[in-house]
């Protein structure tokens, strides 16, 4: 059964979004070994200057590069990223599978991610040319894989 | 103040979500006048054919029309329609705003929208190249217009 590591920093502040994530976490455990990780955000002051920012990413940074194994396919969620349609990611979670025992998804702070991370990727996947917050990506992350997932096993889920 | 109507077919099944739409619907409230009208979908056997389908997506279509307000701008949500940066986004509310005191956006049912609908309608937006549960993009949508509104009264929402 593949591993589905999500890597991604700060917690769901928001109890609609625990729940959303709990009921998704239940739903593919049917399909992956889920393994959902929360890194601590990097406290930053109300106006950041860049530096700051900068500073922020690259702690931040430290901490994702560790969660990431070695013999995972990586992935990075960025708005500048590929986007898939929900069938074509499906192939490419059914390809990962063939060569992979783990995937590991990395969703940054609300300031994105520093480009250390980005490069020690496979990956760069990007949802939407919109901007959404971090925490509402998890929930739309873990829909995406569990209809991924669905498509592969020919379910009704997506019709 | 922009009244803006959100015309979408079923309910919201999930107390998850319902709470992430009584979230955005609060926050909402300090930018415009939100109008969240929910359209019966049309019940279908379980695995119905093309034309059962049509007929349900026509059935609905009359609803969803008998809705739009005649003066208002009309978007149609749906896959194939353009996809915005949230920047841009905003631009056009904006737009939309000079011209029109009414926006009404409409998501169909889990079988999408009758062509009836999109041609009805000003524009097609789409959110991502993925396929999202219509009830969930309900709650993406709700955070892209309310985002978008926050860009364009320069708060520190969107960084």
């Given amino acids: 059964m593949l591993c589905v590591k ?9 109890p609609y979004l625990r729940d959303a994530a709990a009921e998704y976490s239940k739903r593919l455990s049917s399909y992956c070994r889920l393994n959902m990780v929360q890194l601590k955000e990097v406290k930053l002051p109300d106006s950041p200057s860049q530096k700051e920012i900068a500073a922020a990413l690259d702690d931040e940074a430290k901490m994702i590069l560790s969660e990431l194994s070695p013999r995972a396919y990586k992935i990075a969620m960025c ?8 069938e074509t990611l499906a192939k490419k979670l059914d390809s990962i599978s063939a060569e992979h025992s783990e995937i590991c998804l990395v969703i940054g702070s609300s300031h994105g991610l ?5 490069s020690a990727c496979d990956m760069r996947l990007s949802v939407s040319e919109l901007t ?4 509402l990506l998890r929930i739309m992350l873990l829909e995406a894989i569990y209809r991924a997932f669905n498509i592969n096993a ?3 889920y997506h019709k």
């Fill in 6 to 14: 999500i890597i991604s920093v700060g917690t769901l502040k928001e």
């Fill in 79 to 86: 708005v500048e990223g590929k986007q898939l349609s929900s």
């Fill in 114 to 118: 520093s480009d250390k991370v980005k």
């Fill in 132 to 135: 959404f917050p971090h925490q």
């Fill in 154 to 156: 020919g379910t009704k």
